[in-house]
C-alpha cells in the first residue's frame, strides 16, 4: 500500500517561492502508469489540480498556474517536491500530494492521499 507524507514550512511570505516535498513509501515512482500530483484546497473551495509528474519524469501543469509552478522528482530518494513561486495569501491552503493510476493524465484515478500540509501565506 502506498503512503505519502508532505513537508514543508507551514508559512510563506507574500512573493516568496513555496517549495513542499513528498515522501513516497509502499510503491515504486517509476511503475508504469502511475502519477503523482499536487492538490490544494483553500477554505470554501473545491480541490484544486495543480499539476502532476509520471512514472516517466514527463511534467503536467495547471493551465491556471502554469507560469508559476514546477513539479520535480528525486527517485533515488522516493519523492516528489512541487514549487511555486510569487506566492500571495490567495496560495493558502491545505496542499496534499497524491498518487494515481491512469493510462493518459486525462484518465488519471486518484488513489492515495497524502493528510495533507497546511501552508499559510502572510506577511
Known amino acids: 500500500q502506498v503512503q505519502l507524507q508532505e513537508s514543508g514550512p507551514g508559512l510563506v511570505k507574500p512573493s516568496q517561492t513555496l517549495s513542499l516535498s513528498c515522501a513516497v513509501s509502499?510503491?515504486?515512482?517509476?511503475?508504469?502508469?502511475?502519477?503523482w500530483s499536487w492538490i490544494r484546497q483553500s477554505p470554501g473551495k473545491g480541490p484544486e489540480w495543480m499539476g502532476a509528474i509520471d512514472y516517466s519524469g514527463k511534467t503536467y501543469t495547471s493551465p491556471s498556474l502554469e507560469s508559476r509552478t514546477s513539479i520535480s522528482r528525486d527517485t533515488s530518494k522516493k519523492q516528489f517536491t512541487l514549487q511555486l513561486s510569487s506566492v500571495t495569501p490567495e496560495d493558502t491552503a491545505m496542499y496534499y500530494c497524491?498518487?494515481?493510476?491512469?493510462?493518459?493524465?486525462?484518465?488519471?484515478?486518484?488513489?492515495?492521499w497524502g493528510q495533507g500540509t497546511q501552508v499559510t501565506v502572510s506577511s
Open positions: 509502499g510503491g515504486s515512482m517509476t511503475t508504469f502508469y502511475y502519477y
Open positions: 497524491v498518487k494515481g493510476e491512469g493510462t493518459s493524465i486525462g484518465r488519471v484515478e486518484w488513489d492515495y
